[in-house]
Structure formats: structure tokens, C-alpha cells
């Protein structure tokens, strides 16, 4: 498999504070990866920084070859890079089905037409983008009356419109139920097994991590401690350590789900 | 040397007139995030109640001082029954309604001081003991404005003694920074208001009733310092009292030695230092971006298309529009056609604000300069009309294409102040500029060539541009770049999260709202046959807001009622004695009746008619 995203030697500096040092990692095609950590790891740092939202100090962080580095979030967007929030952000005064006509007539370039009907353009594709995460009943709605959830799986949708090699996915189920959560994540796991997308995420919901990632990477005071299958996460203990000063808890964990 | 320390003192005590004003209202704005244009009326009603007080008990030193208090104390008093009889009611209400509701205030103070005080200016006494001047490096300086620059500091520590050292002003503090936490933290937050206007108020007021030993007190006192003091606190950071206080000096002293060498820039000096600061210092010298927060606002509903009813209304409505020369006499055409360009403007701005939720206060810029470059390109360079209208519009794109330059770096109140220190420019320079603009005197003679010469025809001229106009802009609105626009307002994240570069599309959005106003321009100069530096001035540009926020921003038809019903009700009260106060009282009841604007209120009896119907 050919390597999607290529991270090299990337770090970032809060004053003195280390946020993120040294890190290093590839994603293969097809490929759903999990950053993981605890509060303060430099998840979010990372993940800003391969998003274009923040310049790091060092290192390189590249797509199919080209660097994303120094280019703003919509640049990043336009080289096949999609995203969703940890705080979902959609268009509010609009439908869920004109949210996601929005990010096709974005990616078709035709923002500055000023004479088409904007509710015209794209129907079939964006029905057919809602139909993937089971919005289409749901498309005539305004996005304002929509329960979290369901933004999420918009949000979704969404970030899928330009098809996109890659997809971050930042804290993808935080404010969910725990059944929502096991949903989203197995659709975004069967999106990823479809093929053509490969997906980093950060979580801090282990159940999630452990049933769904292909491979996980664990930080810890913003470098990399661990790396590898949900097993051989669980069986680190520099990772028990981190989490939990020692103990087995996510077998526990684990065994619940 | 002398001569400059002079300057330098004159300057000083300038500053501290100015920062009562603007304290004062950085006070207001911080803690209820009321844009206060009654601030000005407050200061107005200051001077003239000082004015009575002091002439009563004239001649003692403690009659002086005792009626400027006093004076202050009622103006504080006034601002309590302001604050519990509308603006308690509407501090729901979008945020720039009860922007709406203080001008309904300056209109009715207008003509209430018009009744009381009359229309001649007022010479105040000067202040007992205080009405020499002294000689400092050989120049003779005014005792009262030595006493001025001992009364601002004097104030300020005042102030940051009260903010820091109570828990009333500890509270205001918080509530600048955050209003909904201290609400959170089970504040009461209308007693909380309430006291913040009524302390707003009174140093307003202060500073009004200071001001008569240096200045008539006359009825223009209040539009004229409402700028100015909108200026300060914008630099000084808005919520912040020392930031007013820095920004008031500043102003004050570079203003008392720019006119030593260009007289005439005192006009726009504020405005332009204002632009100056915003550009580097977003949120003024010491704002802090946390300050901007208001109360978040009810998300809009989605565009619909026009309902096959409303369709047909809107085009019956079209219908006897167009036919309406033909059964109606000429000044009725002449009325319609002013219905026609506030319409147009009404549309543009609301283009601007309610789509791109960029709002303006300087407006009236781009409507000015379509009608200046029109009547310029005919005076200057032998334009027929119809050249003339395609120049006046493209001419206001190219200043909407530099003004809106800076103006999209900057977002919210922050925005609306650049906009209106755009439009001061622009009404400064032409204002002074007599050889080419004729300043106050307008360009004259801007009229259309002899077929279209007759107020009939000029009609129709009027029709298919501003119904045109208007027409393309709806279009736009539903048109993918219009769609855009609404989702930069609604989430600048997510759009540039989809790659639109926002920045640039909220600069096209101003650029496009621009052209439309600059449209509107044109065909209001050559149905006047003339031009004058009001087209441009802040008191348009009120119009503006106070049309798109009366017929209620969160509709596409708003601004088209509400331009409207403001054309028509302006027209028939204009006739009348004291036409300010029955316009400013029927402002007030729209305000208070229909917070969602004309075009809500009416879907609102809708939805009662036929719950009752059923």
C-alpha cells in the first residue's frame, strides 16, 4: 500500500511549554489511524498542525508528496484533505442538504456564480453524500433543529463531498451518547473499508478506539510513547503507566463493549 | 514655546470634555452591548438643564457647580426611565434592534428640547471664579480649561476607584467581559443594567453641562458629539474606561496641533486615527477581543422560494406600481420614486449586513459617492445621464473595493465603526473640498436630459433601475455566492473548513452591496437635479439601519417593507409640528410591538389570524 500522509520530525512550542516534539508517523492508504493520549498529550496540537489551523516550529508534514506546511485550512481542504470538528460547525440557517450542496459547490469552483440557483446545483450528489450516513430522510430539515448526533453524521457527510484521500476527524464522538458513538464510528469504519479515504482521528472514548482503529498512536507530554494494534496498546505498560500509573482497566474496558 | 504648550493644554482640556462623553457610553456598551446612540442627546439634555439650573442661581460659585451636578443627576435619572421603559422590554431582541430604539430617542429629546429650550442657540454664564485667563510661557490660558483638565483625571480615578474597590464595580467589569457568566452566577442582571445606563448617562449629562461656559448650547450638540465619542471609545476599546480616557487625549491633543497645519482636518482626524488604530489593534488600545460576546442570536430559518401567494402579491404590488403615473398625480411619482431608491438602499445594505453579516454604519458612503461621481462626471466631464448612472455606481464599487479592504479584517461593532469612520472620511473631504465638490453648497444642475425630463418618464427611468436592481440582488441572494456569504456568517470555520476563502468572499459581498447603494445614488441625484455632502453624512446611513432593522433583518422582503413604510411615514410626519418626536414615538412602538421587525411582526398576526380562523 502507498503511503497517503507522511509526518516527519514535527514539533511545536507554547512558550516554554513543548507541546508537540518530534513526531513521526506515515498512514497508508486505506488506513484508520487513532491519535491518542492524555488531556494535554498534544492531540489537539498535532492535529491543528496537519490541518493547517497551526504553523509548527519544526518538521514536515506531507500529502501524496506535497507539503501542507504554510498553506491555510482551505488551500489543505482543496488538496483532498477533509475535516470534522471537535465542536461541530455547519451552517445553521441552512438545510442539511444545502450544508453539504455548499462544500460541492465549493469543490466544482462556482462560489462566484451570482445568477444559478444555489438550492439546484448538486442534488443528486448531496442526497446521495446523505444517503452514505443515513441523513437523506432528514435532508429538508434545518440544520438548527438537527440533535447532536445527527450534526455529527452531517458534519460527516460533509467533509466527504470532495472526496477526499484524507480525513481528520477531531474527537469525532465527543458530546455523544455511547450508542451514537459506536454508530458513527462504525460508519466511518465501513466508509474507510469502501475504500479511497484514509482517516486520522484523536478520541479519548478507548471503546471506540480499541473496536474500530487499524493502528494507534499514543502521545504522552507531546511525543510518541507507543504505536501499533489495539492489542499491543493494551499490552504496553508505558501506556498503562501514562493513563493510569499502572493497573489492566482498559481490559476491563474493553471486555464491556 | 509658549504657543505650543498652549496648544497642548487647549488640547487637554478638550480630551477631558471628550472622555466623559465617552466613558460614559464605553460603560453603557460594555455591559449591555447597547450601540447608545442616545448617548448624544444625554449630553445635549446636560448642557441645557446646566444651562436653566445655572442661569437660576447664577452668579455663586456653589450655583455653578451645584446645577452642573444637579444637571447630571437628572440626565442620570432620564437614562433610568429610558432603560426601564424600552430598553428592559428588548434586550432580547437581536442585538442591533435597540440600536433602533435609542435614535427613536434622539428624534423624541430633539423635539422635546425644541419645545422646552427653543430653537435659538443658548449662551451659557461662565463658571464664577473661573472666567479668567492666566498667563502660562506668556500665553493666556483659560482658567476653566485648566479646571477641565483637573475634572477628567479626576473623573477616571473616580471611576477605577468605583470598578475596583466595589462590588458593583467589580461586577460591571465582569459583565464587559462576559455577561452571560455573571448572569450564570445568579446576578441579577437588570439591576445590573439598569445601574450601568443611569451612571452612563450622568456622565454624558456631565459632560454636557460642563461644556456651556465653553460653547452655545444648541440643538445640533447631540449628532455632533455622538461620532466623535463613538470614535474614542472604539480606539480606547469598547468596555474600557481608561481605554477611552488614552484615546480621548490622543484625539484631542494630536487634533489641537494637526489644525496648526491643515485646518481643515478636523473633520475627519478622529476617523481617520480610528482606522489607523482598528487596522493594527483589532479590538482598540486596550479592548480585549473577549469584549465583543454579546448574547448568542437565534439561528436565522433556511430561504425558502417565494410561496406561488406571494408570488402573485409581489406581483400585483409590481403592477400597480408601474401603472400608478398613469392614475396618480405628479408628486405622487416623485414620492414613489424616493420609495423606490430607499428601497434599493434598504436592499443593499440589508445585502451586506443581514446575508453577510457584515453590518455598516457608514452605509451612506457608497450612495454618495454613485451620486458625486455621477453629478462630478456630468459637471466636469460633459456625462449624459445614462453614462453618467453606469459611472456613479462603479465609481462606489471602487471605494467599497478600498474601504472594504480593512473593513473585512475586522468583525462586528468593530466593523460597523470602520464603516462609519470610511463614510466620515468621505463626507469630510467632499464637505471641504469646495473647489471640486462644491462643499456645502452641492453640485447643482445634475438634471436628465429633456425626454427624460418629466417626472412621468423619470418614473419609469427609476422603476426599471431600482426594481432591476433590487431583482438582481435577490437573485444573488439565492445564487450560489449569496448561499456562500450566509455560511461565512453563519461559520467562518466551516467555510474555510469547505475552502472558501472567506476573507475575500465577505470583500466581493461589500463590494457588490456597494455598487447597489451606488446604483441608488445615482438615481437619487438626477431625480433632485443636485447633490450635497448629506448623502454621505451618518444621519443616511442611520436611515439605512434603521429601515432594514425595522422591517426585520432575518427577511429577504425586510428591508423592502421597511424602506417602505420609513419613506412613507417620514413623508406624511415631515408635514407636521414636531415631527421628530411623533416619528421617534412611532419608531419606539414598532421597536416595542414587533422586535422581529415589520416583515416578523406581520408573519406573526399571520400565524394568530389563522389560529383564530381555525
Known amino acids: ?257 | 514655546m509658549g504657543f505650543y504648550f498652549a496648544q497642548l493644554l487647549t488640547g487637554l482640556a478638550n480630551a477631558s470634555s471628550l472622555f466623559l462623553i465617552a466613558s460614559g457610553l464605553s460603560i453603557i456598551f460594555g455591559v449591555t452591548r447597547i450601540v447608545n446612540f442616545a448617548h448624544g442627546s444625554f449630553y445635549m439634555l446636560g448642557a441645557y438643564l446646566a444651562y436653566t439650573l445655572v442661569t437660576l442661581w447664577s452668579g455663586s460659585v456653589l450655583g455653578f457647580w451645584g446645577g452642573v451636578v444637579l444637571a447630571a443627576l437628572v440626565v442620570g435619572l432620564i437614562g433610568l426611565v429610558v432603560e426601564l421603559t424600552i430598553l428592559r422590554r428588548i434586550y432580547h431582541a437581536p442585538e442591533l434592534f435597540q440600536l433602533v430604539a435609542t435614535f427613536g430617542v434622539v428624534l423624541i429629546v430633539q423635539d422635546a428640547a425644541l419645545a422646552i429650550w427653543g430653537a435659538e442657540d443658548l449662551l451659557g454664564p461662565r463658571a464664577p471664579g473661573l472666567d479668567r485667563a492666566v498667563r502660562i510661557l506668556g500665553e493666556p490660558i483659560p482658567e476653566y480649561d485648566l479646571a477641565l483638565i483637573a475634572i477628567g483625571p479626576a473623573v477616571l480615578a473616580g471611576i477605577w476607584l468605583l470598578f475596583h474597590k466595589t462590588r458593583w464595580g467589580v461586577l460591571v467589569r465582569a459583565a464587559t467581559q462576559d455577561r452571560e457568566m455573571v448572569g450564570a452566577l445568579g446576578i441579577n442582571q437588570a439591576w445590573l443594567f439598569s445601574a450601568a445606563f443611569v451612571l452612563g448617562s450622568a456622565l454624558a449629562g456631565l459632560g454636557g453641562a460642563l461644556q456651556i461656559p465653553r460653547e452655545a448650547v444648541s440643538l445640533q450638540m447631540d449628532l455632533s458629539i455622538i461620532g466623535e465619542a463613538f470614535v474614542v471609545v472604539v480606539i480606547g476599546g469598547m468596555g474600557s474606561v481608561s481605554g477611552a480616557f488614552v484615546a480621548a487625549v490622543l484625539i484631542s491633543v494630536l487634533n489641537s496641533f494637526a489644525i496648526l497645519i491643515f485646518p481643515q482636518i478636523s473633520i475627519v482626524l478622529p476617523f481617520i486615527v480610528m482606522a489607523i488604530v482598528l487596522i493594527f489593534r483589532p479590538y482598540g488600545i486596550l479592548g480585549k477581543p473577549g469584549s465583543e460576546a454579546g448574547a448568542p442570536e437565534a439561528p436565522e430559518a433556511p430561504l425558502t422560494l417565494m410561496s406561488p401567494k406571494a408570488m402573485m402579491v409581489m406581483c400585483a404590488g409590481l403592477m400597480a406600481l408601474a401603472l400608478s403615473p398613469l392614475f396618480t398625480a405628479e408628486f405622487t411619482s416623485v414620492l414613489l420614486v424616493d420609495v423606490m431608491v430607499a428601497t434599493l438602499f434598504a436592499v443593499s445594505l440589508h445585502f451586506m449586513m443581514g446575508i453577510g453579516g457584515m453590518v455598516s454604519f457608514g452605509h451612506a458612503a457608497y450612495f454618495g459617492v454613485g451620486a458625486y461621481a455621477a453629478a462630478l462626471a456630468v459637471k466636469f466631464l460633459g456625462f449624459g445621464m445614462l453614462p453618467a448612472m453606469a459611472f456613479g455606481p462603479l465609481c462606489a464599487a471602487l471605494a467599497a473595493l478600498f474601504f472594504g479592504w480593512f473593513s473585512v479584517r475586522l468583525s462586528g461593532v468593530y466593523l460597523a465603526m470602520l464603516t462609519l469612520a470610511a463614510a466620515q472620511i468621505l463626507w469630510g473631504v467632499t464637505f471641504q473640498w469646495q473647489d471640486f465638490t462644491g462643499g456645502d453648497d452641492g453640485i447643482l444642475g445634475v438634471w436628465p436630459p429633456g425626454w427624460a425630463s418629466s417626472d412621468r418618464v423619470y418614473f419609469y427611468i427609476a422603476f426599471v433601475l431600482c426594481v432591476g436592481g433590487i431583482w438582481v440582488m435577490r437573485r444573488i441572494a439565492y445564487s450560489p455566492f449569496g448561499y456562500v456569504l450566509r455560511g461565512v456568517r453563519d461559520s467562518q470555520t466551516r467555510a474555510e473548513a469547505i475552502g472558501v476563502d472567506t476573507r475575500f468572499h465577505q470583500w466581493m459581498g461589500f463590494v457588490i452591496a456597494g455598487a447597489f447603494a451606488g446604483l441608488a445614488g445615482v438615481v437619487f441625484a438626477f431625480s433632485k437635479g443636485s447633490v450635497f455632502p448629506d448623502s454621505l453624512g451618518i444621519a443616511l446611513s442611520i436611515d439605512g439601519l434603521i429601515m432594514v432593522l425595522l422591517g426585520g433583518i432575518h427577511a429577504l422582503a425586510g428591508p423592502i417593507l421597511g424602506a417602505s413604510a420609513f419613506v412613507l411615514i417620514e413623508d406624511w410626519v415631515t408635514r407636521l409640528d414636531y415631527w421628530r418626536f411623533i416619528f421617534g414615538t412611532i419608531i419606539l412602538v414598532v421597536v416595542l410591538v414587533a422586535p422581529d421587525g415589520i416583515a416578523g411582526g406581520i408573519q406573526r398576526l399571520w400565524r394568530i389570524i389563522k389560529r383564530g380562523a381555525a
Not at chain 1, 513521526?24 to 489511524?33: I, K, M, R, V, Y
Not at chain 1, 491518542?36 to 489537539?44: C, D, E, L, S, Y
Not at chain 1, 462560489?111 to 441523513?135: I, N
Request: proline share 4%.
Open chain 1, 1 to 257: 500500500m502507498s503511503t497517503v500522509l507522511q509526518v516527519r520530525g514535527l514539533s511545536k512550542s507554547f512558550g516554554g511549554i513543548r507541546a508537540v516534539r518530534d513526531v513521526n508517523f506515515d498512514l497508508a492508504e486505506g488506513e484508520f489511524l487513532a491519535l491518542i493520549g492524555p488531556n494535554g498529550a498534544g492531540k489537539t496540537t498535532c492535529f491543528n498542525m496537519l490541518n493547517g489551523y497551526l504553523p509548527p516550529d519544526e518538521g514536515t508534514v506531507s500529502l501524496g508528496g506535497q507539503s501542507l506546511i504554510g498553506k491555510p485550512p482551505r488551500d489543505i481542504w482543496r488538496m483532498g484533505v477533509g475535516r470534522t470538528f471537535q465542536i461541530t460547525s455547519t451552517f445553521m440557517s441552512m438545510t442539511v442538504v444545502e450544508n453539504v450542496q455548499m462544500a460541492l459547490i465549493s469543490h466544482h469552483r462556482r462560489v462566484f456564480d451570482l445568477f444559478s440557483r444555489a438550492t439546484r446545483l448538486y442534488v443528486d450528489e448531496a442526497m446521495a453524500l446523505l444517503d452514505l450516513v443515513s441523513m437523506r430522510d432528514q435532508a429538508g430539515r434545518a440544520c438548527s433543529e438537527l440533535a447532536y448526533g445527527d450534526l455529527k453524521r452531517l458534519e460527516l457527510a460533509i467533509a466527504l463531498a470532495h472526496e477526499p484521500a484524507l480525513l481528520l476527524m477531531d474527537e469525532p464522538t465527543a458530546g455523544m451518547a455511547p450508542s451514537e458513538r459506536v454508530a458513527l464510528m462504525a460508519l466511518t469504519a465501513e466508509i474507510v473499508a469502501r475504500g479511497g479515504v484514509s482517516v486520522v482521528f484523536t478520541e479519548h472514548d478507548m471503546d471506540v478506539v480499541f473496536a474500530h482503529a487499524h493502528r494507534i498512536l499514543v502521545l504522552n507530554r507531546g511525543e510518541i510513547i507507543a504505536e501499533g494494534s489495539g492489542s499491543d496498546i493494551r499490552a504496553n505498560p508505558l501506556v498503562q503507566e501514562v493513563y493510569l500509573g499502572g493497573g489492566a482497566v482498559f481490559e476491563t474496558e474493553a471486555s464491556d463493549a
